[in-house]
T-cell receptor, first 113, second 116 residues
Framework: GENVEQHPSTLSVQEGDSAVIKCTYSDSASNYFPWYKQELGKRPQLIIDIRSNVGEKKDQRIAVTLNKTAKHFSLHITETQPEDSAVYFCAATTNQAGTALIFGKGTTLSVSS | GAVVSQHPSRVICKSGTSVKIECRSLDFQATTMFWYRQFPKKSLMLMATSNEGSKATYEQGVEKDKFLINHASLTLSTLTVTSAHPEDSSFYIC????????????FGPGTRLTVT
C-alpha cells in the first residue's frame, strides 16, 4: 500500500519568510496529492492540491510542486503570516472511488511576528 | 462544496459501554466513506473503508469486532466502538468522496471520544 513521508515535523519561521514542507510517496499509482491545514480539534481543511498531470500549481501565497519521477511533492508558503501557524498534512491517493487518502505525519508550522 | 456531517461532536462514556458515531454526506451520495483516527499531535490514521451495501475493509491492526462499521445507505455510515476502553479515547473523523468531483475528499467535523 501507499506510504507517505513528510518532513520536517516542526518548522519555525519569522513572519514574512518562506516555508517549505516536503513529502515523498511510494505508490506510483497515486495521482492526487492534496495538502491540508488543521487547527486543533477541527477537521482538516484543503488548502491546495495537485494532480499528477501537472508539475506545479499556485494559489496566491501557496504553491505546490510535484516530481513524479522522484515521487515527491512540496508545499511552499511565501510571505508567511502568524495566522499560517497550524499543522499541515500532505496526502496521496488515486482518483479511484474506493481509495482513501494516506497522510504524512504532519508538520507543525510556527510563524512568529 | 460538498458537506459531510458527523454526530456526536463529543461523547464521554464509561469503560465497557459502546458508542455509535454517525457520518452523513448531506448533499451528495457516497458509495464509499472512510474512517480515520487521530491521537493528539499525531496524523490521521486510516482505520477502515466503508462500502455501501457490503462489508467494510479494515486496515491492518484495526479490530473489526471492536470497531463495527455499517454503511446502510448512500449517505450514512456508522462507526460503533464496542466495549470501549480508555485507550480508545481519540478523535475520530470520517470522510467521503463526491464522485462527481472525482478527486477531492470531504471531511466530517470529527468526534472527540473520551472513555472514563
Amino acid at each position: 500500500g501507499e506510504n507517505v513521508e513528510q518532513h520536517p515535523s516542526t518548522l519555525s519561521v519569522q513572519e514574512g519568510d518562506s516555508a517549505v514542507i516536503k513529502c515523498t510517496y511510494s505508490d506510483s499509482a497515486s495521482n492526487y496529492f492534496p495538502w491540508y491545514k488543521q487547527e486543533l480539534g477541527k477537521r482538516p481543511q484543503l488548502i491546495i492540491d495537485i494532480r499528477s498531470n501537472v508539475g506545479e500549481k499556485k494559489d496566491q501565497r501557496i504553491a505546490v510542486t510535484l516530481n513524479k519521477t522522484a515521487k515527491h511533492f512540496s508545499l511552499h508558503i511565501t510571505e508567511t503570516q502568524p495566522e499560517d501557524s497550524a499543522v499541515y498534512f500532505c496526502a496521496a491517493t488515486t482518483n479511484q472511488a474506493g481509495t482513501a487518502l494516506i497522510f504524512g505525519k504532519g508538520t507543525t508550522l510556527s510563524v512568529s511576528s | 462544496g460538498a458537506v459531510v456531517s458527523q454526530h456526536p461532536s463529543r461523547v464521554i462514556c464509561k469503560s465497557g459501554t459502546s458508542v455509535k458515531i454517525e457520518c452523513r454526506s448531506l448533499d451528495f451520495q457516497a458509495t464509499t466513506m472512510f474512517w480515520y483516527r487521530q491521537f493528539p499531535k499525531k496524523s490521521l490514521m486510516l482505520m477502515a473503508t466503508s462500502n455501501e451495501g457490503s462489508k467494510a475493509t479494515y486496515e491492518q491492526g484495526v479490530e473489526k469486532d471492536k470497531f463495527l462499521i455499517n454503511h446502510a445507505s448512500l449517505t450514512l455510515s456508522t462507526l460503533t466502538v464496542t466495549s470501549a476502553h480508555p485507550e480508545d479515547s481519540s478523535f475520530y473523523i470520517c470522510s467521503a468522496r463526491d464522485l462527481d468531483r472525482s478527486y477531492e475528499q470531504y471531511f466530517g467535523p470529527g468526534t472527540r471520544l473520551t472513555v472514563t
